[in-house]
Nanobody
Framework: QVQLVESGGGLVQPGGSLRLSCAASGSIFSINRMGWYRQAPGNQRELVATIDSGGSTIYTDSVKGRFTISRDNVKNTVYLQMSSLKPEDTAVYYC?????????????????WGQGTLVTVSS
């Protein structure tokens, strides 16, 4: 009943930029935190960046100064603007949302995930 759909991945050269989008839809009452995670081959999934409903952000150290997370609360959409991309940024990027569903227990939030979008940084 809740879907997160990512878009914007692809192949980019080192130093290039990409913008990821993730739209949440369905029986959503409210969204608390939204974020991006990534998983490179052979590695565990790791946090990239999160943004809460008030706009406060957290970034993993390796992307600070290069990536910017933002959200549109009207559209239930989160974005990840990635610049100065490096080969080590290559991974499948997953969108995450901590949200309350319509008709659910008040103030009880659940995590939902998108299907992932592949970002490849290579010359």
């Amino acid at each position: 009943q809740v879907q997160l759909v990512e878009s914007g991945g692809g192949l980019v050269q080192p130093g290039g930029s990409l913008r990821l989008s993730c739209a949440a839809s369905g029986s959503i009452f409210s969204i608390n935190r939204m974020g991006w995670y990534r998983q490179a081959p052979g590695n565990q999934r790791e946090l990239v960046a999160t943004i809460d409903s008030g706009g406060s952000t957290i970034y993993t150290d390796s992307v600070k100064g290069r990536f910017t997370i933002s959200r549109d609360n009207v559209k239930n959409t989160v974005y990840l603007q990635m610049s100065s991309l490096k080969p080590e940024d290559t991974a499948v990027y997953y969108c995450n949302a901590e949200l309350q569903v319509v008709g659910g227990t008040p103030n009880r939030y659940f995590d939902f995930w998108g299907q992932g979008t592949l970002v490849t940084v290579s010359s």
